[in-house]
């Protein structure tokens, strides 16, 4: 049995996710009914802007004011509050119940099936800031669904309604997508805080190295978008420049740490794309730059542990540690 069209939808968990495509989804017609969540105060907050949305005290309350609800938890209690949530396919309660987890196997909610129910996963491929501008921001990304008919169909229109593209993952599938969504994601704020920590020995503050390459970041990704991934490496990978890769790993290797490592692993990924350019650099350099790397990596497995950087204040003579710095004489940003 099909949907409606407008299925009144409830959420257990109020959090960033929530508070945007709730928002998002009243605005589009979709009646959001109920909302509960550990703290009072959130779900109350997140209701008041919503239509006729009740605050309820526990996850069975939700599911008894809604057709679908969606549990936007932390991924270790999504089992505990699919299991505290009554189904009912007559129609008069919750149809179904679907998390928005990219990791979590959908399995996860059997018991829901178990007692009549359908189940799905809706996870949005964003980074949620928790503030307005995610409502208008989510617009263009894409949302990963998996659900059997009709409950699928229905999450394609919900995915749509919020500006986004609808992504189908096959069963099992999860951990290997959102574990390699982190590349794209927090692993890519990883990399811009590398950036950060090194040029902090150039003098350089916070603010002023974003300034600086949060719109080299943004060109990258516009030129990604238009001549793909090979076509928009930059660099010496992308010019052959096996000299300056070499020079490059031995000044990260002098800061001791795990700085040469990441730069080195990083740079094998890189000789990956050049290899697929239309015209790529002379495998005679990009050789060299292996043999590079294989000398940096090599030495890196034979590190004892306490020579691996924790972080970026990790030790005296490396990015972050203002009292013993490699460029104590380079000239200071005002």
Not at 20 to 38: D, E, K, L, M
Not at 183 to 206: H, K
């Amino acid at each position: 049995m099909p949907y409606s069209e407008t299925p009144r939808l409830g959420f257990v968990g109020a959090g960033r996710l929530a508070r945007c495509v709730a928002r998002v989804w009243a605005r589009a017609g979709y009646p959001v009914t109920a909302i509960a969540s550990r703290s009072a105060g959130p779900a109350r907050e997140l209701a008041d802007q919503l239509p006729g949305c009740f605050v309820a005290d526990t996850p069975r309350q939700v599911a008894e004011r809604a057709d679908i609800v969606f549990l936007t938890v932390p991924d270790d209690e999504i089992g505990a509050a699919a299991n505290a949530l009554q189904v009912d396919s007559s129609g008069t309660g919750a149809r179904a119940v679907v998390h928005c987890s990219g990791a979590t196997p959908v399995d996860v909610l059997a018991p829901v099936r178990a007692r009549g129910g359908d189940i799905g996963g809706f996870h949005p491929l964003y980074l949620f800031g928790g503030l307005d501008g995610d409502q208008t921001r989510i617009r263009g990304c894409s949302v990963t669904l998996e659900a059997a008919p009709p409950l699928i169909d229905t999450l394609t229109a919900l995915a749509r309604a919020l500006g986004c593209h609808p992504l189908s993952i096959p069963p099992g599938g999860r951990m290997l997508y959102h574990g390699a969504a982190h590349y794209a994601a927090s692993f890519a704020l990883a990399a811009l805080s590398e950036t950060v920590s090194l040029w902090q020995q150039l003098g350089f503050s916070e603010d002023d190295a974003l300034r600086a390459i949060l719109p080299m970041l943004a060109g990258t990704i516009e030129t990604a978008r238009e001549k793909g991934l090979a076509g928009a490496l930059a660099g010496p990978v992308s010019r052959g420049d096996a000299g300056v890769v070499d020079k490059q790993l031995a000044l990260f290797r002098s800061f001791g740490g795990d700085h040469a490592t990441l730069y080195a692993l990083m740079t094998r990924r890189a000789i990956g794309l050049a290899r697929r350019r239309p015209v790529p650099p002379a495998e005679a350099a990009l050789a060299a730059m292996e043999r590079s790397i294989e000398n940096v990596l090599g030495d890196a497995n034979h590190a004892p542990p306490h020579a691996v950087n924790r972080g970026a204040d990790a030790t005296a003579g490396v990015p972050g540690d203002k009292t013993s710095a490699p460029f104590d004489n380079a000239p200071k940003q005002h």
